[in-house]
Structure formats: C-alpha cells, structure tokens
C-alpha cells in the first residue's frame, strides 16, 4: 500500500524569504501523481501544485515549485518570497494514475507553516 | 469552475443522534468523497462513490455510512453519532479543469458531538 510522510509538523518563515517543506513516499507503481494542497485557516482545502510522475521536469506555479526526485521518493515543496497568506496547513498527497482506485489521494499529516512579519 | 458545497459549516449533535452531512457539486461528476481531518493525522478517507447508488468503503468507514441517490449529492450518515465521531469533515469531487483529474474540496462541516 502506498503511504505519504511528511516529518516535520510545523515550520516557520520570515516574510520575503524561502521555505522548504518534506514529503516522502512509498508505492511500487511507476506511474502516479503527487499534489501539494493548501488549507488556509478558513479550511477551503485548494490544490497547490501538481507532478506527473513520468515527467521529469519539475513542477512550478509562480512562487511554489517542487522538487521531484523519483528514484528517492521524494516531492518536496519550495515557497519563495514567503507571503502572510502562505499561512497554512499544507498537505502533500498521492494519487494512483487513471483506472486504479477512482482516484483516492492518500495524504500526508500535514505541515502547519507559519509566516512571520 | 468546479464548486462543491457542503450543508453546515459548523455542526453541534448529541450522543446517539442520526446525522446527516450533505454534499453538493455542481459539474455532474461522477467521483465523489468524504473524508475526516484531525490534527496530527492528516486526511483518511471514509467512503467514496464512484456513481450514482455505488459506494466503496475508505480506510476508516465504521460507525458511518452514505448515500447517493442523485449524481450531484453525496451524503454522510451518522447512524448513531459517538464523541469520537467529533472532527472536521470534508467532501471532494474528482474533476478535469485542465490536465489531470484532480480533487476538489468543500469548505468544510466542523462536526461537534457533545
């Protein structure tokens, strides 16, 4: 069974810097999808940035771009130019590709990040 | 824009009631979700329907159950709600906008069970 882990349950970052949050995983499949989703205090959950695993250029949207290292199993997660709405709780998440499991995502814990002024 | 809504935002039942948590989307989907949220555990799953009528039990499905009589509305029930059973409960919908399929989530019902 596939499991996703995210090791570090708070981190912190000062306004305008980079952060960087960990997620790993296991799977025996070859092909699969990995999201990061957000969940702002006000709990709408929203998809922050996707990869496809059989695509070897990392994923990037604006200021959030990934790290993809399939062969470690891991997809860790890169704010730049921190912002006070990146406050959050992030969660990194696994989906088997098309035809397996209806599309069920496996989450991670979770990773609270706080920005500091 | 796909746009999934749930019934409460905010849920107060006592032990023993039957609970209904209602879940609309709006784009015909097919792929509908209910999932609990706890700190320090992150998502599981509960229950998903993959069509109308047709439903398959997650990873933590005991003391709930569902129903999906129509395509656009995926219900939880609490048969008899338990104080264990207090949680943050989400719903999602599996849909295309563009690229790959990809969940989108309600806002939320923060369940309280006193």
């Known amino acids: ?117 | 824009d796909v746009k999934v809504t749930q019934s409460s935002r905010y849920l107060v039942k006592r032990t023993g009631e039957k609970v209904f948590l209602e879940c609309v989307q709006d784009m015909d989907h097919e792929n509908m979700f209910w999932y609990r949220q706890d700190p320090g555990l992150g998502l599981r799953l509960i229950y998903f329907s993959y069509d109308v009528k047709m439903k398959e039990k997650g990873d933590i499905p005991e003391g709930y159950s569902v129903s999906r009589e129509k395509k656009e509305r995926f219900s939880l029930i609490l048969e008899s709600a338990s104080t264990n059973q207090t949680s943050m409960y989400l719903c999602a919908t599996l849909a295309r906008a563009s690229g790959p399929y990809e969940q989108y989530f309600g806002p939320g019902t923060r369940l309280t069970v006193t």
């Open chain 1, 1 to 117: 069974a596939q499991t996703v882990t995210q090791s570090q349950p708070e981190m912190s970052v000062q306004e305008a810097e980079t952060v960087t949050l960990s997620c790993t995983y296991d799977t025996s499949e070859s092909d699969y999808y990995l999201f990061w989703y957000k969940q702002p205090p006000s709990r709408q959950m929203i998809l922050v940035i996707r990869q496809e695993a059989y695509k070897q250029q990392n994923a990037t949207e604006n200021r959030f771009s990934v790290n993809f290292q399939k062969a470690a199993k891991s997809f860790s997660l890169k704010i730049s130019d921190s912002q006070l709405g990146d406050a959050a709780m992030y969660f990194c998440a696994y989906r088997s590709p098309p035809g397996g499991s209806q599309g069920n995502l496996i989450f991670g814990k979770g990773t609270k990040l706080s920005v500091k002024p």
